[in-house]
């Protein structure tokens, strides 16, 4: 029997994390719903950008996700902002506070999708830019994008 492969929808993404932190480590954690949140998800209403991660009592938690409230849902629409349980392994977890006391590094969520029907987020472990990095990123992107530019024109010409 062929072995089913696992398709993700992508919901929305932390643009702004690899800008302001070097990623080391990525882990892949499920996040706890409740059911008008998954709808408004499937609609693509949500926003990680000033959301982080942290645990708590042995436990991850996810702060700042903004998930909009579902249009046909009722009154019983949870709080757009509240705190939301992330599911890991324990020693995942663990491993996770180790890193996370650590001078310098943050949990941050990278992204969100669908994956087999539930929703995951991808947490990174972040150690903060200096402003000179960034600036190194930008001028590092800037010059591929003008070879990228050299080389098409190159290519049209000929």
Same mark, same amino acid.
């Given at each position: 029997m ?8 992508p ?8 800008i302001?932190y070097?990623?080391?480590?990525t882990?892949?954690?499920?996040i706890?719903?409740?059911?008008t949140e998954?709808k ?24 700042d ?8 849902g009722?009154?019983?629409n949870p709080?757009?902002?509240?705190v939301? *349980?992330? #599911?890991?392994?324990k @020693? %995942?977890?663990?491993? &996770?506070y ?11 969520p990278?992204?969100?999708?669908f994956?087999?029907?539930k929703?995951?987020?991808?947490i990174?472990?972040?150690?903060? *830019?200096? #402003?000179?990095?960034? @600036? %190194?990123?930008?001028? &590092? ?6 070879i990228e530019r050299?080389l ?7």
């Amino acid at each position: 029997m062929a072995k089913k492969e696992t398709a993700e929808k992508p919901i929305c993404s932390n643009k702004r994390a690899r800008i302001n932190y070097f990623i080391d480590e990525t882990y892949e954690a499920g996040i706890v719903l409740t059911g008008t949140e998954v709808k408004s998800l499937r609609d693509g209403r949500a926003n990680l950008k000033d959301s982080h991660a942290a645990i708590r009592d042995g436990e991850l938690y996810l702060y700042d996700l903004h998930v909009s409230p579902y249009s046909h849902g009722n009154r019983a629409n949870p709080d757009p902002l509240r705190v939301r *349980k992330l #599911l890991m392994h324990k @020693r %995942e977890i663990q491993r &996770l506070y180790g890193k996370s006391q650590e001078r310098g590094l943050a949990l941050i969520p990278l992204r969100m999708y669908f994956k087999n029907g539930k929703v995951k987020v991808e947490i990174g472990i972040g150690r903060g *830019k200096k #402003l000179y990095d960034k @600036r %190194e990123d930008i001028k &590092l992107k800037e010059d591929r994008r003008d070879i990228e530019r050299g080389l098409r024109a190159k290519n049209r010409d000929a």
